[in-house]
């Protein structure tokens, strides 16, 4: 199993709607996870934080499920200037942190 | 603030050459790293550092060197540029070891082609 995995998509869904993806990593030690967003041919950017309790921002919510080790991003209402790669960032413990490889989002007008 | 600079944006280098990559950062982080992004590909640690004076490796090391001679600066050296250098490459900059709950503040990237 590979440390952190990403589905790399696209997902291609319409404005309004609402889409969820899911990031899986293999190490039950890890520690801190964080969504970045990194639009194209550009630096990637922090969307937010990941804790145990779940965290919502505005439109955004992220998930940790320990028990089956992934973590999840949930965006409602999506908007044309969703459409990005969604990073998922994890520590997996010894100051190691691993970024997975990105699920691009494609919001269709 | 104008936060994590790299120069320069792009680059084209012929095999053997070499090169420094610039990165400064005005937040007064202590923590600064060094990635590549290959296409399609997650980011990959080359180098960080926890402080003025302090490198360590990262997962990708090799054909690369560091220096933290100051808070601020933190340039990235290739000697003998491979065409398998080839990528992008970004440095960042936090409070704390990223992953501590901190967030990593990252530059424009520089983007390098070895030909």
């Known amino acids: 199993r590979k440390e952190v995995e990403q589905d790399p998509g696209p997902f291609n869904v319409p404005e309004g709607a609402t889409v969820a993806f899911n990031c899986t990593y293999s190490n039950s030690a890890s520690q801190s996870f964080f969504w970045y967003r990194q639009d194209c041919r550009k630096e990637p950017k922090l969307l937010m934080s990941?804790?145990?309790s779940g965290n919502e921002d505005g439109r955004f919510t992220a998930q940790l499920n320990r028990a089956s080790q992934y973590i999840s991003l949930l965006i409602r209402d999506s908007k044309l200037s969703d459409s990005a790669t969604y990073l998922c960032?994890?520590?997996?413990?010894?100051?190691?942190?691993?970024f997975g490889k990105g699920t691009r989002l494609h919001i269709l007008p | 603030n104008a936060g994590v600079t790299q120069t320069p944006k792009f680059r084209i280098l012929k095999i053997g050459q070499s090169m420094t990559l610039q990165c400064t950062q005005d937040m007064n982080h202590n923590y600064m790293y060094w990635y590549r992004q290959d296409p399609g590909m997650g980011l990959k640690l080359i180098y960080y550092?926890?402080?003025?004076?302090?490198?360590d490796k990262g997962e990708v090391p090799n054909g690369y060197n560091v220096s933290r001679s100051t808070t601020e600066d933190f340039p990235l050296r290739l000697e003998l540029a491979a065409p398998s250098q080839t990528s992008v490459y970004f440095c960042?900059?936090?409070?704390?070891?990223?992953?501590?709950?901190?967030?990593?503040?990252f530059g424009p990237g520089t983007r390098l082609t070895v030909l």
């Open positions: 990941v804790y145990s």
């Open positions: 960042a900059s936090s409070w704390l070891l990223a992953g501590d709950g901190d967030t990593q503040y």
């Open positions: 550092s926890v402080g003025a004076g302090i490198t």
């Open positions: 960032v994890v520590n997996t413990g010894d100051d190691k942190i691993i």
